[in-house]
Each structure stands twice: as C-alpha cells, then as structure tokens.
C-alpha cells in the first residue's frame, strides 16, 4: 500500500516537471508550429538522457548528467516509490532536483509567455 501511494505522489512531482517544462517552451516560442517542432526535438534528449541514465555505457560523465536530467530525476522517484525499501538520499535529492525543475522552467514559462493575435 505504501509503494502505490509513494507512486502516485512521485507520478504527481513527476507530471509537474514535465508540465513545467512545456510551459517553458510555450513561454519562449511564439509560434504554434514552431513550439510544435520544438516540443518533438526537445523530446528526443530528455527521452535520451532519461533511457541512459542507469548506465555508464558512455562514460561516468554522462551517467552522471543523465542520471540529474529532468528525465533521470523522474526515473530515481519512481524506482524508490515502486521499492519503498530502496527509497535513498538519492532519491530524496532527486525529488528535490525535480521540485527545482519545476519552479525555475514554470517560472520561465510564465515569465515569458504572453497572448497573442493570430
């Protein structure tokens, strides 16, 4: 019972950076078709680095930039959520990694978005 509401509490965290993170890229991208093409190449990295994460088969520093990538930070909660007995210091760091995501690309993305006319 644990696991499942330590799940759901991470899917929670972890839709709320990705969320933020499409704010972000709405906030900085005018254009619908532009944000569009955008959303689709950003997607590839932070699939990437995210798949990668658990890894060194490209080397300790990529590991370690996969593994605190938004997508890495997101795969660290739900392993410990799904495995309350693994629930680390890294797994705490990862959610608060996660939190500060989400507050500086939300913060971007209302920062810079404004209405427009089409």
Known sequence: MVAYLLTFICVIFSSALFLSVGQALAGLVKSADTLN???????LPLFALGLFG?????GTAFELIS?????GTVITLLSG?????????DTWLAL???????????GIGIRWFQWGAR
Not at 67 to 71: D, L, Q
Not at 96 to 106: D, G, I, K, Q
Request: avoid cysteine.
């Open 96 to 106: 608060a990694v996660s939190t500060a995501y989400s507050v500086v690309f939300a």
């Open 54 to 58: 658990q890894s060194t088969v490209f």
């Open 81 to 89: 959520a799904m495995n309350p007995s693994s629930w680390n210091s």
């Open 37 to 43: 093409a955008v959303g689709r190449i950003a997607y």
């Open 67 to 71: 593994r605190w990538s938004p997508g």
